[in-house]
């Protein structure tokens, strides 16, 4: 399906975790547009099939979202939420996942909802509960749904501060030589957006290099922390760096790699 770009380059700007929402419901009509996104099986360069899936749930009567350490890190005031599914026995589906759970998000962001990737730290057995699953599916990730608060609260506002969330790396750490003259136009403001974007406890694990006159996504190291796959946050800075490069008259393909690298993104 064609990629709404510019809506979703300025939402990739304007984006910014909340776990503290209005619990005002969310209009249908505003779940209609939401769902279109939803239901699309693929975006752009990827297509995922049934690999992986992103469900609304329009109204949440149980309380999936636990606190990091008691009330710390806990989300609250949310009236609904998203449940992303990804299927254990596909190839890259922490990729995909992360590609297409970050679209559904940039959609939200562009219709006035809040949202915050939640991986670690949320209720499986309540979640379970909320979706039907095939034999090799499993809930990756989940995040509230609604309209912000006026106001964040105490917890909310600690989180961020010691999670760092506002806090990006600098492009150079991110992308060594960015900065020079091998670097294209397109590709630097791709890794651009890339910096932007969400990660677990914003760890940021993507490294780019532009090689052969390709863009490439690599991890920082291989090894996973807090219990969440570094590919999910590589999947989420493919997005943002497609959206980039897109909006910058470069649409591209995405090609999987192994290892530390994990794609490759050709014009």
Same mark, same amino acid.
């Given at each position: ?22 619990? /005002? ?6 779940? #209609?547009? =939401? ?23 329009? &109204? ?5 979202? /636990? ?8 989300? +609250? ?18 990729? =995909? ?9 940039? &959609? ?20 379970? +509960? ?31 501060? =010691?999670?760092?969330?506002? /806090?990006?790396? +600098?492009? &150079? ?11 294209? #136009? ?16 914003? !760890?940021?694990?993507?490294?780019? !290099?532009? #090689? ?6 690599? =991890?920082?190291?291989? /090894? ?30 995405? +090609? ?12």
């Amino acid at each position: 399906m064609d990629m709404p770009v510019d809506a979703w380059c300025q939402a990739a700007l304007d984006r910014h975790s909340r776990r503290t929402l209005d619990e /005002k419901a969310i209009a249908p009509p505003v779940f #209609e547009e =939401l769902e279109a996104v939803c239901s699309a099986d693929g975006w752009g360069s990827l297509e995922w099939g049934h690999a992986t899936r992103v469900a609304i749930v329009r &109204e949440l009567r149980t309380n999936i979202f /636990k606190g990091i350490v008691g009330a710390y890190g806990r989300i +609250e005031g949310a009236p609904s939420c998203l449940l992303f599914v990804g299927d254990r026995a596909v190839p890259h589906m922490s990729e =995909l996942l992360g590609y297409a759970g970050e679209a559904v998000l940039l &959609e939200a962001t562009r219709l006035g909802l809040a949202t915050c990737w939640v991986g670690g730290f949320f209720k499986r057995e309540r979640a379970v +509960e909320l979706v039907s699953l095939g034999p090799s599916e499993e809930i990756v990730a989940v995040s509230p749904l609604g309209y912000p608060a006026d106001r964040q609260t105490f917890s909310e506002k600690l989180m961020k501060t =010691l999670a760092g969330a506002h /806090k990006r790396r +600098e492009l &150079e750490v991110l992308a060594p030589g960015v900065t020079g003259d091998g670097w294209p #136009e397109w590709a630097q403001e791709a890794v651009s957006l890339a910096r932007v974007a969400p990660s677990a406890v914003n !760890r940021q694990p993507w490294r780019f !290099r532009f #090689e052969d006159g390709a863009l490439i996504v690599a =991890l920082d190291d291989v /090894k996973d922390t807090y219990h969440i796959p570094k590919r999910l946050d590589c999947g989420i800075s493919m997005l943002h760096a497609e959206v980039g490069a897109r909006a910058h008259g470069a649409p591209g393909t995405w +090609e999987f790699l192994d290892g530390v690298d994990v794609a490759r993104y050709t014009v």
